[in-house]
């Protein structure tokens, strides 16, 4: 059976810069193959798929985004979610992906 929902942990990590503010996660690059073999023929702009995550007491749609570089998707955490959370850059967080394409 082909999986739309996904469990995961990863590291949070502040996207390289001199005023980065941007935080992310990298989904592991299995489940991201696995998500690109699926789903990635129903990309939107910048190759991004819909999805609604789930963070502790959290739940939100947005987009996670394929890096080239990584061969990853990355997902953005919004300063609310990280506030709310108590989510530090270099921490592991285990979070859940629900595709929406």
């Keep these: 059976m082909l999986k739309d929902i996904f469990n995961i942990q990863a590291e949070v990590w502040l996207y390289p810069g001199e ?11 299995e489940i991201s193959a696995g998500i690109r073999e699926r789903f990635g023929g129903r990309s939107k702009g910048w190759g991004s798929l819909p999805v609604t995550v789930t963070i502790g007491r959290m739940t939100w749609d947005t987009s996670i985004f394929p890096d080239k570089k990584s061969a990853a998707y990355l ?25 929406r394409v």
């Design 19 to 29: 005023n980065a503010n941007w935080h992310f996660v990298s989904v592991p690059k």
């Design 75 to 99: 997902l953005p955490l919004k300063a609310a979610v990280r506030v709310t959370e108590g989510i530090r850059v270099g921490e592991k967080i285990a979070f859940l992906i629900r595709m």
